[in-house]
Each structure stands twice: as C-alpha cells, then as structure tokens.
C-alpha cells in the first residue's frame, strides 16, 4: 500500500513538474517571439499618419507620370516576391525583371542613345513625381523621388560612358526607388474596377 502511495505522488509530482516546465518554456517562446524582428509572417501594423485619414486617387497628371514611367521600366516582380509576373509573362521563380522599353536598349546589342532618351524622360518624371510629394507634405515620397533621380544620373554617366553593366545596376537601382515608392505609398482600393490610391 505505501509503495503505491509512494508511487502515486511521484508520479503527481513528476506529471506537475512537467507541466511547470511546459508552460515556462512557452512562456519564454511567447517572449521571444514578441522580441523577434518582423518577417513575412509577422506583419507590422499599418502605424503613422499617412493611415490617419483614406487613401485619395491619384490625380491624372500623376497617373500618367506612372504610365510613363511603367512603359519604360516596368519592374514586375514574380509571384514569390508579391507581384505577379508570371501572368505577364515574366518569370515564376522568385525573380524581379524589367520588361520594359529601357532594357531593350540596353540588351544584348545596347543602343546607349536611345537609353539616353528614357533617361531624360525618367529624369523628367521623377522630378514631377518629387515636386508632387512636397505639394502633398509627404518628405519620405520626396525622399524615394530623388533616390531615383539620383540612381538616374549614375544610369546617364554609365551609358555616356557605353558601360552596359553600369546602366544595368543603375536600372536596378531606378526600379528599387519605383519599388518602394510603391509600398510605402501606392495602396489597392477595392473597388469594382480596382483603382490605386495615395497614401500621403
């Protein structure tokens, strides 16, 4: 009888520092994941006052700086990086490509001159789009339009210079600011059709 007794509380015992451990060691997961840096399955919370008040359309000189700016570059990223290439027939594998006007002047056989000449437009749309940004008090929109500017005036030094690779990094670059413009500012309006909308 007391050996089963004995045995009983052992096993209480055991069965409540097992629980004791299992719920410190979650306790301690909790934390740390409240700790850990937001990855893509951790999302931050849309925070700061250009979500205080609803997105606005962009006006139509604005949309055709876009339209403009897509005919010449047009980044699109593949489904695995959020975009949706694949059904334009860019690439399904996780890649970014540039479909547009600009890198067929700067493929294979480059035409520098007639990069020249999308480079003057891009230069010419930016500072719009720059100039936009300051009208609407939006400093980090600014900020992206002369990141872009700036990667721009690297792409013109680079195809005067007929350095393909150079014009090519710099394109990246352009498309990089066009890419974060976009998340921080360009937002999907739900509407039938879809529209884009502004956050300031």
Known sequence: M????????????????????????????????DKAPAGPTRRQLLEGAQFEGP?????????????????????????GQGG???AAGGS????????????????????FDAALKEVETLKSNFAEIEAYFVTIKSPDGAEMAKSGTKALLALEAA??????????????????ACRDCHIGHRILVITQPLQFGIIS
Do not use: H, Y
């Open 159 to 176: 195809a005067k210079a007929k350095d393909r690779i150079g014009a090519v990094r710099a394109q990246i670059a352009v498309g990089k």
């Open 92 to 111: 399904s594998s996780g890649q970014t490509t540039f479909r547009g006007t600009l890198s067929e002047k700067l493929g294979a056989m480059p035409d």
């Open 2 to 33: 007391r050996r089963v007794g004995a045995r009983m509380t052992m096993n209480r015992t055991w069965a409540v520092s097992c629980f004791l451990v299992t719920v410190v060691g979650l306790g301690g997961a909790i934390q740390a994941q």
């Open 84 to 86: 949706d290439a694949a």
């Open 55 to 79: 997105p606005v359309a962009a006006p139509e000189p604005f949309r055709k700086l876009m339209k403009s700016n897509d005919a010449i570059m047009s980044v699109d990223a593949s489904p």
